[in-house]
């Protein structure tokens, strides 16, 4: 496979896209930063190359490929704004590749060592600190959780499964063309299983989709009170859990986890906790621990980091957070563990399946991509800078678990019997 130089041109919308439209200007830091960049591609097995016949990089010709179409402007938004620039970057054209996901998982298994130990200390030029303005009050997660899952409605059936689900599905290993919807449902029962939700049992659900997982709940004879602070996912859980013929078993309300009361035999919580924000976890087992009646149990899906990952990362505003999920924090393992230790819980079971996530992802783009042209046509702000904005986020999450740099895990929650 040869190098192919295409080009990407399209009107970007100052208004809409302030970061993306204007290029910074610093020679000196963009000289510095094309040294860096260069130095650090210099052995890794990708293929770097510009219209000017400049070839960089240890990659043959099967591995992954960066094409720089304005190397000027791609080096100084990477001098000024680190990996927010590198991601506005992708957005406004600057580079392209033909296998993003192949050159964003080579990247991230490189996470912590492209950049010289001596130059580390100086990243916090290149860093910026997260609005006050994302944090996840009650009133604040509202607006955070509208600029993603209130996009569309019909934005997210367009790469999604059937089953509307958005979440990791976890696959059969025995069979590779497994459909998508079967491995979701899959993962929705193995959830259900280590909460503990069976006929008769009272289910308390955080972070209600669209509805998936209330209606399998339902299909075991639970009865299920499911909660969202997403308006448009609250409209269409409701009418798809109405056409599953479960009204009489499921209640959907739209409503803060802080806000609810009552006593439940199970919780369950699918990557919901990615959204809570680090500060505000201690709010979120605390209310696990409330709502569950004694001896209960709870069945939390979350997509983990390392811990000195997270704790560097902590108080960095990164390009998803900029773009994807304002106000997010992705936990590690032992920071769930210990605040689940320290509201009361103890952790059963850790099953961890972040491959499956890579597959999953993958499927999602594949989907996403394909549809170009329906999610242009739904709505004007849907334009190509938006296209490549998510496109990009589907990849850099795939990159993420492919390199293992992330990980998706089940935990099993057990309330003490007191």
Same mark, same amino acid.
């Given at each position: 496979?040869?190098?192919?130089?295409?080009?990407?041109?399209?009107?970007?919308?100052?208004?809409?896209?302030?970061?993306?439209?204007?290029?910074?200007?610093?020679?000196?830091?963009?000289?510095?930063?094309?040294?860096?960049?260069?130095?650090?591609?210099?052995?890794?097995?990708?293929?770097?190359?510009?219209?000017?016949?400049?070839?960089?990089?240890?990659?043959?010709?099967?591995?992954?490929?960066?094409?720089?179409?304005?190397?000027?402007?791609?080096?100084?938004?990477?001098?000024?704004?680190?990996?927010?620039?590198?991601?506005?970057?992708?957005?406004?054209?600057?580079?392209?590749?033909?296998?993003?996901?192949?050159?964003?998982?080579?990247?991230?298994?490189?996470?912590?060592?492209?950049?010289?130990?001596?130059?580390?200390?100086?990243?916090?030029?290149?860093?910026?600190?997260?609005?006050?303005?994302?944090?996840?009050?009650?009133?604040?997660?509202?607006?955070?959780?509208?600029?993603?899952?209130?996009?569309?409605?019909?934005?997210?059936?367009?790469?999604?499964?059937?089953?509307?689900?958005?979440?990791?599905?976890?696959?059969?290993?025995?069979?590779?063309?497994?459909?998508?919807?079967?491995?979701?449902?899959?993962?929705?029962?193995?959830?259900?299983?280590?909460?503990?939700?069976?006929?008769?049992?009272?289910?308390?659900?955080?972070?209600?989709?669209?509805?998936?997982?209330?209606?399998?709940?339902?299909?075991?004879?639970?009865?299920?009170?499911?909660?969202?602070?997403?308006?448009?996912?609250?409209?269409?859980?409701?009418?798809?859990?109405?056409?599953?013929?479960?009204?009489?078993?499921?209640?959907?309300?739209?409503?803060?986890?802080?806000?609810?009361?009552?006593?439940?035999?199970?919780?369950?919580?699918?990557?919901?906790?990615?959204?809570?924000?680090?500060?505000?976890?201690?709010?979120?087992?605390?209310?696990?621990?409330?709502?569950?009646?004694?001896?209960?149990?709870?069945?939390?899906?979350?997509?983990?980091?390392?811990?000195?990952?997270?704790?560097?990362?902590?108080?960095?505003?990164?390009?998803?957070?900029?773009?994807? #999920?304002?106000?997010?924090?992705?936990?590690?393992? %032992?920071?769930? =563990?210990?605040?689940? /230790? @320290? !509201? +009361?819980?103890? $952790?059963?079971?850790?099953?961890? #399946?972040?491959?499956?996530?890579?597959?999953?992802? %993958?499927?999602? =783009?594949?989907?996403? /991509? @394909? !549809? +170009?042209?329906? $999610?242009?046509?739904?709505?004007?702000?849907?334009?190509?800078?938006?296209?490549?904005?998510?496109?990009?986020?589907?990849?850099?999450?795939? !990159? +993420?678990?492919?390199?293992?740099?992330?990980?998706?895990?089940?935990?099993?929650?057990?309330?003490?019997?007191?």
């Amino acid at each position: 496979m040869s190098i192919s130089t295409p080009t990407v041109e399209a009107a970007i919308d100052p208004s809409r896209w302030p970061g993306v439209v204007q290029v910074p200007d610093n020679p000196v830091r963009a000289a510095i930063a094309e040294r860096l960049f260069y130095r650090a591609v210099r052995t890794l097995p990708i293929r770097v190359s510009t219209a000017d016949g400049r070839r960089s990089g240890a990659g043959t010709a099967a591995d992954p490929d960066l094409y720089l179409v304005r190397p000027a402007d791609f080096f100084q938004r990477l001098a000024a704004h680190g990996l927010i620039g590198f991601g506005e970057s992708y957005m406004a054209g600057d580079w392209v590749s033909q296998d993003l996901a192949g050159v964003l998982t080579v990247l991230a298994g490189r996470m912590s060592t492209l950049i010289p130990p001596p130059l580390q200390r100086l990243r916090t030029a290149v860093l910026h600190a997260r609005p006050a303005g994302h944090d996840n009050t009650v009133d604040g997660a509202r607006q955070n959780i509208q600029r993603h899952y209130d996009l569309s409605n019909e934005l997210f059936e367009l790469f999604l499964d059937p089953s509307l689900t958005y979440s990791s599905a976890l696959f059969d290993p025995q069979r590779g063309d497994e459909p998508l919807d079967a491995a979701q449902h899959r993962k929705i029962e193995r959830l259900l299983d280590i909460a503990g939700v069976t006929a008769g049992s009272s289910v308390l659900e955080i972070g209600t989709g669209w509805g998936a997982l209330s209606i399998r709940a339902a299909a075991r004879g639970a009865r299920v009170t499911t909660v969202t602070i997403s308006t448009e996912q609250a409209d269409l859980a409701t009418k798809r859990i109405a056409e599953a013929g479960y009204t009489d078993r499921v209640e959907v309300r739209l409503q803060d986890y802080r806000e609810v009361t009552g006593s439940y035999d199970c919780l369950v919580s699918v990557e919901m906790i990615e959204a809570v924000g680090a500060n505000h976890w201690h709010e979120y087992f605390t209310a696990i621990e409330r709502l569950l009646a004694p001896g209960g149990r709870a069945g939390l899906q979350a997509i983990t980091m390392p811990h000195d990952r997270m704790i560097a990362s902590l108080n960095t505003y990164t390009w998803i957070l900029k773009y994807i #999920f304002p106000g997010g924090q992705l936990p590690s393992r %032992r920071s769930v =563990r210990e605040c689940a /230790d @320290a !509201a +009361g819980l103890t $952790v059963a079971e850790e099953f961890g #399946f972040g491959l499956h996530y890579a597959e999953t992802l %993958r499927r999602w =783009r594949a989907a996403f /991509d @394909a !549809a +170009g042209e329906q $999610v242009r046509g739904l709505s004007p702000d849907f334009d190509e800078v938006f296209c490549r904005m998510w496109s990009l986020y589907l990849a850099y999450s795939e !990159a +993420g678990f492919r390199s293992r740099y992330l990980d998706v895990v089940q935990f099993s929650l057990i309330r003490s019997a007191r």
